[in-house]
Nanobody, 117 residues
Framework: QAQVVESGGGLVQAGGSLRLSCTAS????????MRWYRQAPGKQREFVAA???????TYANSVEGRFTVSRDNAKNTVSLQMDGLKPEDTAIYYCNAVLIVGNPGIWGQGTQVAVSS
Protein backbone atom coordinates (compact mmCIF):
# COMPACT_ATOMS: atom_id res chain seq x y z
CA GLN A 1 0.00 0.00 0.00
CA ALA A 2 0.99 3.61 -0.48
CA GLN A 3 2.76 5.14 2.48
CA VAL A 4 5.37 7.67 3.53
CA VAL A 5 7.57 7.33 6.60
CA GLU A 6 9.46 10.17 8.29
CA SER A 7 12.70 9.86 10.21
CA GLY A 8 15.50 12.00 11.60
CA GLY A 9 13.78 13.97 14.32
CA GLY A 10 15.41 14.65 17.65
CA LEU A 11 16.40 17.17 20.30
CA VAL A 12 18.86 19.95 19.46
CA GLN A 13 19.95 23.27 20.90
CA ALA A 14 18.99 26.55 19.28
CA GLY A 15 21.26 27.26 16.35
CA GLY A 16 21.78 23.58 15.66
CA SER A 17 20.84 21.46 12.68
CA LEU A 18 18.78 18.40 11.86
CA ARG A 19 18.09 16.54 8.65
CA LEU A 20 14.70 14.91 8.25
CA SER A 21 13.98 12.22 5.69
CA CYS A 22 10.75 10.87 4.25
CA THR A 23 10.74 7.63 2.28
CA ALA A 24 7.76 6.73 0.10
CA SER A 25 6.59 3.35 -1.10
CA UNK A 26 3.70 2.08 -3.19
CA UNK A 27 3.62 5.16 -5.43
CA UNK A 28 5.32 6.39 -8.59
CA UNK A 29 7.41 8.78 -6.56
CA UNK A 30 8.69 10.97 -9.40
CA UNK A 31 5.12 12.04 -10.23
CA UNK A 32 4.35 13.37 -6.75
CA UNK A 33 4.83 16.75 -5.19
CA MET A 34 6.36 16.19 -1.76
CA ARG A 35 5.53 18.51 1.13
CA TRP A 36 6.59 19.02 4.72
CA TYR A 37 4.18 20.30 7.36
CA ARG A 38 4.58 20.76 11.09
CA GLN A 39 2.29 21.00 14.08
CA ALA A 40 3.18 22.30 17.51
CA PRO A 41 1.08 21.39 20.57
CA GLY A 42 -2.15 23.38 20.66
CA LYS A 43 -1.52 24.93 17.26
CA GLN A 44 -2.78 24.28 13.75
CA ARG A 45 -0.74 22.32 11.28
CA GLU A 46 1.27 24.64 9.04
CA PHE A 47 3.07 24.35 5.75
CA VAL A 48 6.87 24.24 5.91
CA ALA A 49 8.30 23.38 2.50
CA ALA A 50 7.59 21.55 -0.73
CA UNK A 51 9.45 20.20 -3.72
CA UNK A 52 7.65 19.62 -7.00
CA UNK A 53 8.28 16.78 -9.41
CA UNK A 54 10.75 18.94 -11.35
CA UNK A 55 12.68 19.88 -8.22
CA UNK A 56 11.24 23.38 -7.78
CA UNK A 57 11.12 24.29 -4.09
CA THR A 58 8.74 26.37 -2.02
CA TYR A 59 9.17 27.52 1.60
CA ALA A 60 7.16 29.13 4.32
CA ASN A 61 8.43 32.61 5.19
CA SER A 62 9.26 31.42 8.70
CA VAL A 63 11.84 28.91 7.47
CA GLU A 64 13.13 30.36 4.19
CA GLY A 65 16.87 30.83 4.31
CA ARG A 66 17.27 28.26 7.08
CA PHE A 67 15.63 25.11 5.68
CA THR A 68 16.35 23.33 2.41
CA VAL A 69 14.10 20.70 0.85
CA SER A 70 15.30 18.27 -1.80
CA ARG A 71 14.29 15.00 -3.40
CA ASP A 72 16.08 11.90 -4.60
CA ASN A 73 13.83 10.07 -7.03
CA ALA A 74 16.21 7.11 -7.24
CA LYS A 75 15.67 6.51 -3.52
CA ASN A 76 12.01 7.60 -3.31
CA THR A 77 13.08 10.05 -0.64
CA VAL A 78 12.52 13.70 0.20
CA SER A 79 14.75 15.45 2.74
CA LEU A 80 14.46 18.57 4.84
CA GLN A 81 17.76 20.05 5.95
CA MET A 82 17.10 22.34 8.91
CA ASP A 83 19.82 24.78 9.91
CA GLY A 84 19.79 27.61 12.41
CA LEU A 85 17.00 25.96 14.37
CA LYS A 86 14.93 28.07 16.74
CA PRO A 87 12.73 27.05 19.68
CA GLU A 88 9.68 27.99 17.63
CA ASP A 89 10.61 25.23 15.17
CA THR A 90 9.65 22.70 17.83
CA ALA A 91 6.86 20.55 16.40
CA ILE A 92 5.95 17.22 14.93
CA TYR A 93 7.02 17.27 11.30
CA TYR A 94 4.88 15.44 8.75
CA CYS A 95 5.59 14.31 5.21
CA ASN A 96 2.84 14.57 2.58
CA ALA A 97 2.86 13.11 -0.93
CA VAL A 98 0.31 14.53 -3.36
CA LEU A 99 -0.27 13.74 -7.02
CA ILE A 100 -2.88 16.44 -7.65
CA VAL A 101 -2.75 19.76 -5.82
CA GLY A 102 -5.87 20.16 -3.72
CA ASN A 103 -6.16 16.48 -2.83
CA PRO A 104 -5.19 15.34 0.69
CA GLY A 105 -2.55 12.93 -0.53
CA ILE A 106 -0.64 10.47 1.61
CA TRP A 107 0.44 11.43 5.13
CA GLY A 108 3.07 9.98 7.39
CA GLN A 109 2.92 9.55 11.16
CA GLY A 110 5.38 12.35 11.81
CA THR A 111 8.71 12.78 13.53
CA GLN A 112 9.31 14.94 16.61
CA VAL A 113 11.68 17.90 16.48
CA ALA A 114 12.48 19.71 19.73
CA VAL A 115 14.71 22.78 19.90
CA SER A 116 15.90 24.03 23.28
CA SER A 117 17.05 27.55 24.04
Amino acid sequence: QAQVVESGGGLVQAGGSLRLSCTASGIIFRLYTMRWYRQAPGKQREFVAAVARDGACTYANSVEGRFTVSRDNAKNTVSLQMDGLKPEDTAIYYCNAVLIVGNPGIWGQGTQVAVSS
